[in-house]
């Protein structure tokens, strides 16, 4: 790693600073040393296994394309506790 490189990251690039850095610090530490993001790579589906989108994805269409509930439950709102009473 260059001079410029560990001036820009405060010199603490071996081991554990003496104190730890703020979390805000620490961030922008590691921003720092990662550089820019890498360019997104075309995949095919088959071939996309164990990668990363490099922008976001939306569906066409709704799956299933139609209303649909795991289990029939309640729903409730406001403030709590709430008690359970008969109907």
Known sequence: MGRR???RLGGAVTGLPAHHP???RARSLARAAAGA???GVPRTLEDALGHALAEPLTALTDLPPFA???MDGWAVSGPGPWQLGEL
Request: aromatic letters at 8%.
């Open 22 to 24: 703020s979390w805000e």
């Open 68 to 70: 649909t509930s795991a």
């Open 37 to 39: 993001a890498l360019p």
């Open 5 to 7: 490189a560990r001036e």
